[in-house]
């Protein structure tokens, strides 16, 4: 991994400036980098890795990829799962909460017009598949939080598989 700024999102990120000026503030306040394996993006902390995945994926849906990863960033995702993952040690599920993390995240981004790449974990197919609830994505938006909705898989997980229902 290299310490520059990402070679492979730079023309993702300059599309996303004028698609979206909002989402392009919030990318400034990530780290973008490359690397030579794995995913076609992943985040830790504040750093957005781009794999060689990323590109494979038609300009569109790698703005929403990066858009996806802007988001976890600006949402403090990954801080607030070691938050989590410290309060409840052994009991916490990490694997469920970024479900439900994607899942929230999927669906504003889809709502706000973006392309990802299929399938997409959205929230509104989560309530469904692992809750046998239903929503509109503005309903649902409105209603959950991650962290919410996490503890309400959990919970669902304990009494008749939604985990494993859930699964990405």
């Not at 902390?45 to 038609?58: A, M, R, S, W």
């Not at 392309?115 to 309903?139: E, K, V």
Request: charged content about 25%; aromatic content about 4%.
């Amino acid at each position: 991994m290299t310490a520059r700024h990402s070679a492979r999102a730079t023309t993702a990120l300059r599309a996303l400036n004028e698609h979206d000026p909002a989402l392009a503030a919030l990318a400034l306040w990530c780290d973008h980098r490359d690397r030579d394996h794995g995913p076609a993006a992943e985040t830790t902390g504040q750093t957005i890795h781009y794999g060689p995945e990323f590109d494979t994926l038609p300009r569109h849906e790698q703005m929403g990829t990066a858009a996806h990863h802007i988001l976890h960033v600006a949402l403090r995702h990954s801080p607030r799962l070691g938050d989590m993952q410290a309060r409840m040690g052994d009991r916490f599920d990490a694997r469920l909460w970024r479900i439900a993390a994607d899942s929230i995240v999927n669906e504003t981004l889809l709502a706000a017009g973006y392309a990802l790449p299929r399938p997409a974990l959205t929230l509104t197919g989560l309530l469904s598949a692992a809750l046998d609830m239903a929503a509109s994505p503005q309903q649902a938006l409105s209603e959950w939080d991650v962290d919410r909705l996490y503890h309400r898989l959990r919970d669902g997980a304990g009494k008749g598989g939604a985990s494993d229902r859930a699964q990405a």
